[in-house]
């Protein structure tokens, strides 16, 4: 079994940054894609970002690209979400995922999942 700890969300002004990680323990994650997901009040889950087992390759939502910046340290088995110039859209419980097979922006695709951490951006 794989558990996933989100830690470094917060509260913070808009045009503000933060650095959310994501440690894994349990086995290792390094031959697999992990992401980072989000939600709302009221909305559903969306992706984030999302980087290939080596990292060689990352993949963004439009309304992230250019401010956030995911990245994974596998030594460690922990995952970074960097975000930079954020704005109150960007409010939201951040959720980390691992375990796929690939890197993909689809939910289901990933067999494992953190418990969330708080993003409030304040404007």
């Known amino acids: 079994q794989v558990q996933l700890v989100e830690s470094g969300g917060g509260l913070v002004q808009a045009g503000g940054s933060l650095r959310v990680s994501c440690a894994a323990s349990?086995?290792?994650?390094?031959?697999?894609?992990m992401g980072w997901f989000r939600q709302a009040p009221g909305k559903e889950r969306e992706f984030v970002a999302g980087?290939?087992?080596?990292?060689?390759?990352?993949h963004y939502t439009n309304s992230v690209k250019g401010r956030f910046t995911i990245s994974r340290d596998n030594a460690k088995n922990t995952v970074y979400l960097q975000m930079n110039s954020l704005k109150p859209e960007d409010t939201a419980v951040y959720y980390c995922?691992?375990?796929?097979?690939?890197?993909?922006?689809?939910?289901?695709?990933?067999?494992?999942w953190g418990q969330g951490t708080q993003v409030t951006v304040s404007s």
């Open positions: 349990g086995r290792t994650l390094r031959s697999y894609a």
């Open positions: 980087i290939s087992w080596n990292g060689g390759r990352t």
């Open positions: 995922a691992a375990d796929a097979e690939r890197l993909t922006t689809r939910a289901n695709e990933y067999t494992y």
